[in-house]
């Protein structure tokens, strides 16, 4: 086995990660699919070239700040895209368009803001050293993927499992009418829960625009689906398949693109996608919902 | 004026926005048409004659019927192991078979990889419109027909649907093959007008944008998916006209109103469009199907066996929710089910109406076997019932609600419809007639026009007993109808459910009001615990010291709110 791409597998493939858990967290708690995340990455990566570039910060010190943004984009989008369906029957389908609608509006101001061409962080932005991991080499910007992922996805993790907020959000997942009458300000946990989500998918953007050193418009469509895929592989609003469904997927496509041909790299998360959900449609770590009569 | 491109441009976007229409008027959420629409554009332009051997219209002809095909037989290979998914995802599924699509014709050498094919343009405006029309038709003749509505229900209330004795499984079915038959239809005039056909005019922001137009649209009216393409299409041309070029601009403001209408517009663009319904004139009060010209059915003479339990019983993990029931119902009877809450009811019925399959004995229903036999072959059988907590569709009318009750004894409708043939309209008035007559029973005979979750309460707990009636049952099950209800309209539910009996109908009633059960019933049947406590006539029970125990608790701790 090749030492290199497996590596490179997982650093792509925390970024997955990251992406997804943000997007089945929403899923999760919210019962709604938010199709704007994709877009948050996207906001995310040139907002994060910019502060380097414009701001002159280093790219560790944009990190935090990408987060906030990300997070005050997330208040917006559920104050907008989706509070004001509550209690529509259609919300489901509603959600969807609201937040595509959302996406796009967030995309035209990039374009407006930054055009529609690629950008680059500057040169010299990244630290030169690089590491000799069993024979293979490995950037630090590498190294600084997986450890941000880690460190975010436990840091969630502990904030679902251990905290009062928390408590609100598994309560919200359960059942928001019931979480209402304990007194569970339930509005709240919603846009916390939409901040928290649009944070980690905008680290993840500004991560993703550091391992390739572009940023595009269209960044958020490819990953968008694989998010999805990822999300229904995992198990929907499960936090831990997120994060294995997404290092899985960035393997299966690094040795897909090695063995295979790169033109077939995006059929393997479909291939997955689809197998699961036919034979296992609760994921590898959802848990099936009992249908109430 | 718009132009010649953009004239066919709203209409075969159009005909792929009705392409989500017709899942989503069956609360279906699919992505997969950009995948039926890619196999049916390249198979098309693979297999069907160049227009200069046979002609252009001949050619497009045989183009159309082949990827029509195609997409059907697509989504009917996609649909086999998909069908059980629900909401989302089933989107995701259709969308990751999209996709794969995409990416293996990219892959595919012969198709032209990446590049794509080149495709002899012949689609005018002319026959992009002629072919809308068409589809749109299609929807028009289908949304009043029994199918149309049976999709409707399900959409509402999956569950109440079949209960109804509507086949879920195999209307989901047809609703997707046809869904994948008109994208199918998309994807080949597509090919025929743009030249040039690439794997990536079937991405998913293909499919994302035929839903948008379908939903801004809307998807309940057949008219909607026409709207939203007309909308879609001129937007960006008006923003043109009026001098807003500026790159970003254009895109913003697409996205604007898109996001107003959907948070303004809850039913789309033709939600706009005021609806009117019609109450057919009632004549005759007989709710006999065989007088209301729809399948007759034979009800069990008294005497006759109409359900029969035996050992039965259900648990969930450790809790014993009922116990060895032995029950025996026949022809005729008013049968009384009581007991404390908890005590196993509504359990019991769902077990009978085939909801619930019990854990262990047996269960006998009109000559099916309930839990062994699909639910909707239960209701079919002439089983029907109303549900504890309110289970009615609730933006279909009070009238729409009855007409999906008689969904088992109205003949189906959609294909003389399509035809215009006479008979469709015979049928449909003498549903309409009969489904009136059911609201009339009731007592709601002036409320038939309003959507079912205005109505009151009461109104609502008195329309599942007209829906439920619709369906002509042998055996009608009311699990808890007075519950909300004041004294008056409990004793006049108490006299429609006596008179009902006198018709010849089999009725098993759950009820807390004791009064009501005592007055109503000829047997009553006391539940505690998950096991029968006794059985008997009002005088037995109410005699019996032990049901008095039970059901009302000792005195210290009475607290019987009735």
């Given at each position: 086995?090749?030492?290199?791409?497996?590596?490179?597998?997982?650093?792509?493939?925390?970024?997955?990660?990251?992406?997804a858990i943000g997007f089945t967290l929403v899923f999760g708690v919210l019962d709604r699919l938010n199709?704007?995340?994709?877009?948050?990455?996207?906001?995310?990566?040139?907002?994060?070239?910019?502060?380097?570039?414009?701001?002159?910060?280093?790219?560790?010190?944009?990190?935090?700040?990408?987060?906030?943004?990300?997070?005050?984009?997330?208040?917006?989008?559920?104050?907008?895209?989706?509070?004001?369906?509550?209690?529509?029957?259609?919300?489901?389908?509603?959600?969807?368009?609201?937040?595509?609608?959302?996406?796009?509006?967030?995309?035209?101001?990039?374009?407006?803001?930054?055009?529609?061409?690629?950008?680059?962080?500057?040169?010299?932005?990244?630290?030169?050293?690089?590491?000799?991991?069993?024979?293979?080499?490995?950037?630090?910007?590498?190294?600084?993927?997986?450890?941000?992922?880690?460190?975010?996805?436990?840091?969630l993790h502990?904030l679902v499992g251990?905290?009062?907020?928390g408590?609100g959000m598994r309560a919200t997942a359960e059942?928001p009418?019931?979480?209402?009458?304990?007194?569970?300000?339930?509005?709240?946990v919603s846009?916390?829960t939409l901040?928290i989500s649009?944070?980690l998918?905008?680290?993840?953007?500004?991560?993703?625009?550091?391992?390739?050193?572009?940023?595009?418009?269209?960044?958020?469509?490819?990953?968008?689906?694989?998010?999805?895929?990822?999300i229904v592989?995992g198990g929907m609003a499960s936090l831990p398949g997120a994060l294995?469904?997404?290092?899985?997927?960035?393997?299966?496509?690094?040795?897909?693109?090695?063995?295979?041909?790169?033109?077939?790299?995006?059929?393997?998360?479909?291939?997955?996608?689809?197998?699961?959900?036919?034979?296992?449609?609760q994921g590898?770590f959802g848990t099936?919902k009992?249908?109430?009569? | 004026?718009?132009?010649?491109?953009?004239?066919?441009?709203?209409?075969?976007?159009?005909?792929?926005?009705?392409?989500?229409?017709?899942?989503?008027?069956?609360?279906?959420?699919?992505?997969?048409?950009?995948?039926?629409?890619?196999?049916?554009?390249?198979?098309?332009?693979?297999?069907?004659?160049?227009?200069?051997?046979?002609?252009?219209?001949?050619?497009?002809?045989?183009?159309?019927?082949?990827?029509?095909?195609?997409?059907?037989?697509?989504?009917?290979?996609?649909?086999?192991?998909?069908?059980?998914?629900?909401?989302v995802?089933?989107?995701?599924?259709?969308?990751?078979?999209?996709?794969?699509?995409?990416?293996?014709?990219?892959?595919?050498?012969?198709?032209?990889?990446?590049?794509?094919?080149?495709?002899?343009?012949?689609?005018?405006?002319?026959?992009?419109?002629?072919?809308?029309?068409?589809?749109?038709?299609?929807?028009?003749?289908?949304?009043?027909?029994?199918?149309?509505?049976?999709?409707?229900?399900?959409?509402?209330?999956?569950?109440?649907?079949?209960?109804?004795?509507?086949?879920?499984?195999?209307?989901?079915?047809?609703?997707?093959?046809?869904?994948?038959?008109?994208?199918?239809?998309?994807?080949?005039?597509?090919?025929?007008?743009?030249?040039?056909?690439?794997?990536?005019?079937?991405?998913?922001?293909?499919?994302?944008?035929?839903?948008?137009?379908?939903?801004?649209?809307?998807?309940?009216?057949?008219?909607?998916?026409?709207?939203?393409?007309?909308?879609?299409?001129?937007?960006?041309?008006?923003?043109?006209?009026?001098?807003?070029?500026?790159?970003?601009?254009?895109?913003?403001?697409?996205?604007?109103?898109?996001?107003?209408?959907?948070?303004?517009?809850?039913?789309?663009?033709?939600?706009?469009?005021?609806?009117?319904?019609?109450?057919?004139?009632?004549?005759?009060?007989?709710?006999?199907?065989?007088?209301?010209?729809?399948?007759?059915?034979?009800?069990?003479?008294?005497?006759?066996?109409?359900?029969?339990?035996?050992?039965?019983?259900?648990?969930?993990?450790?809790?014993?929710?009922?116990?060895?029931?032995?029950?025996?119902?026949?022809?005729?009877?008013?049968?009384?089910?009581?007991?404390?809450?908890?005590?196993?009811?509504?359990?019991?019925?769902?077990?009978?109406?085939?909801?619930?399959?019990?854990?262990?004995?047996?269960?006998?229903?009109?000559?099916?076997?309930?839990?062994?036999?699909?639910?909707?072959?239960?209701?079919?059988?002439?089983?029907?019932?109303?549900?504890?907590?309110?289970?009615?569709?609730?933006?279909?009318?009070?009238?729409?609600?009855?007409?999906?009750?008689?969904?088992?004894?109205?003949?189906?409708?959609?294909?003389?419809?399509?035809?215009?043939?006479?008979?469709?309209?015979?049928?449909?008035?003498?549903?309409?007639?009969?489904?009136?007559?059911?609201?009339?029973?009731?007592?709601?005979?002036?409320?038939?026009?309003?959507?079912?979750?205005?109505?009151?309460?009461?109104?609502?707990?008195?329309?599942?007993?007209?829906?439920?009636?619709?369906?002509?049952?042998?055996?009608?099950?009311?699990?808890?109808?007075?519950?909300?209800?004041?004294?008056?309209?409990?004793?006049?539910?108490?006299?429609?459910?006596?008179?009902?009996?006198?018709?010849?109908?089999?009725?098993?009633?759950?009820?807390?009001?004791?009064?009501?059960?005592?007055?109503?019933?000829?047997?009553?049947?006391?539940?505690?615990?998950?096991?029968?406590?006794?059985?008997?006539?009002?005088?037995?029970?109410?005699?019996?010291?032990?049901?008095?125990?039970?059901?009302?608790?000792?005195?210290?701790?009475?607290?019987?709110?009735?």
């Amino acid at each position: 086995m090749d030492i290199q791409q497996l590596l490179n597998g997982l650093f792509i493939g925390s970024i997955y990660a990251l992406f997804a858990i943000g997007f089945t967290l929403v899923f999760g708690v919210l019962d709604r699919l938010n199709l704007a995340h994709p877009a948050v990455f996207t906001v995310a990566a040139f907002v994060g070239i910019e502060l380097v570039e414009v701001g002159g910060l280093s790219i560790w010190a944009a990190l935090p700040v990408v987060f906030v943004v990300g997070g005050l984009l997330g208040l917006v989008i559920e104050r907008v895209a989706f509070r004001p369906l509550k209690g529509r029957p259609d919300a489901h389908f509603a959600g969807l368009i609201s937040s595509i609608a959302l996406a796009g509006m967030f995309i035209a101001l990039l374009q407006w803001r930054y055009g529609p061409d690629t950008k680059r962080f500057p040169a010299e932005s990244f630290p030169e050293t690089t590491y000799k991991v069993l024979g293979a080499q490995v950037t630090g910007v590498q190294v600084a993927i997986l450890l941000i992922t880690v460190v975010l996805a436990v840091g969630l993790h502990l904030l679902v499992g251990r905290t009062r907020l928390g408590r609100g959000m598994r309560a919200t997942a359960e059942n928001p009418t019931a979480a209402r009458v304990v007194g569970i300000n339930v509005d709240r946990v919603s846009a916390t829960t939409l901040a928290i989500s649009s944070a980690l998918g905008a680290v993840a953007g500004a991560l993703f625009a550091m391992n390739v050193n572009s940023a595009q418009l269209g960044m958020g469509s490819a990953i968008e689906l694989k998010g999805l895929a990822v999300i229904v592989v995992g198990g929907m609003a499960s936090l831990p398949g997120a994060l294995v469904g997404g290092l899985l997927l960035g393997l299966a496509e690094v040795f897909t693109v090695q063995y295979i041909g790169s033109s077939w790299r995006d059929l393997v998360a479909f291939g997955l996608l689809f197998l699961i959900l036919v034979a296992r449609p609760q994921g590898l770590f959802g848990t099936r919902k009992v249908r109430e009569v | 004026m718009p132009g010649d491109a953009t004239l066919v441009f709203i209409a075969i976007g159009g005909i792929f926005a009705f392409s989500f229409y017709a899942v989503l008027v069956a609360g279906q959420l699919s992505l997969g048409q950009a995948g039926f629409a890619a196999i049916a554009a390249f198979g098309s332009a693979s297999l069907a004659p160049a227009p200069s051997e046979v002609g252009e219209i001949p050619a497009l002809l045989i183009a159309v019927a082949i990827g029509m095909s195609v997409g059907a037989l697509a989504s009917i290979v996609l649909g086999l192991p998909t069908m059980h998914l629900r909401g989302v995802f089933l989107a995701i599924a259709t969308l990751g078979f999209a996709e794969a699509v995409r990416i293996l014709i990219i892959n595919t050498e012969s198709l032209g990889g990446a590049q794509g094919m080149s495709v002899p343009k012949v689609v005018t405006p002319a026959i992009a419109w002629v072919f809308l029309v068409l589809v749109a038709y299609w929807f028009w003749r289908q949304g009043p027909s029994r199918y149309g509505r049976a999709l409707a229900a399900i959409r509402e209330d999956e569950l109440a649907a079949r209960a109804m004795g509507i086949d879920v499984g195999r209307h989901r079915l047809q609703a997707f093959v046809t869904s994948g038959a008109v994208a199918g239809l998309y994807g080949v005039l597509w090919a025929y007008f743009v030249r040039l056909i690439a794997p990536e005019d079937f991405s998913f922001t293909t499919a994302i944008d035929g839903l948008v137009t379908a939903v801004v649209g809307g998807s309940t009216l057949f008219v909607g998916p026409i709207l939203g393409s007309v909308f879609l299409t001129l937007v960006p041309d008006l923003q043109r006209a009026i001098g807003i070029d500026a790159g970003w601009i254009r895109p913003f403001l697409a996205s604007l109103l898109l996001l107003l209408v959907i948070l303004f517009l809850p039913g789309g663009l033709a939600g706009l469009i005021p609806r009117r319904v019609r109450m057919p004139a009632i004549t005759g009060t007989d709710l006999g199907s065989a007088v209301a010209g729809l399948d007759p059915r034979r009800h069990p003479a008294a005497g006759e066996q109409v359900v029969r339990l035996r050992g039965l019983s259900k648990d969930y993990g450790g809790v014993h929710a009922v116990r060895d029931v032995d029950l025996e119902v026949t022809g005729g009877e008013i049968v009384g089910l009581i007991g404390p809450n908890g005590a196993g009811k509504t359990t019991l019925v769902n077990m009978i109406s085939g909801l619930v399959r019990g854990t262990s004995g047996t269960v006998e229903v009109l000559g099916v076997r309930p839990g062994r036999t699909a639910v909707h072959r239960i209701a079919a059988a002439g089983v029907s019932r109303t549900f504890q907590h309110s289970r009615l569709f609730p933006r279909l009318t009070a009238l729409e609600n009855t007409l999906v009750g008689s969904h088992v004894v109205a003949r189906p409708t959609f294909l003389r419809r399509l035809l215009w043939l006479p008979s469709a309209r015979h049928d449909e008035r003498q549903a309409l007639q009969h489904a009136a007559r059911c609201l009339e029973r009731v007592g709601l005979a002036d409320k038939g026009a309003v959507v079912a979750s205005a109505l009151s309460y009461g109104d609502q707990r008195r329309l599942e007993i007209a829906r439920a009636l619709a369906a002509d049952p042998s055996l009608l099950i009311l699990d808890e109808p007075a519950a909300g209800m004041n004294r008056v309209e409990a004793e006049q539910l108490s006299d429609l459910i006596g008179a009902l009996g006198r018709d010849g109908l089999t009725i098993l009633l759950i009820e807390h009001n004791v009064g009501m059960v005592m007055r109503t019933c000829t047997r009553i049947v006391v539940l505690n615990f998950g096991e029968v406590l006794a059985t008997g006539t009002p005088e037995e029970i109410a005699g019996n010291p032990e049901v008095v125990e039970a059901y009302l608790g000792s005195a210290e701790t009475e607290e019987e709110p009735r």
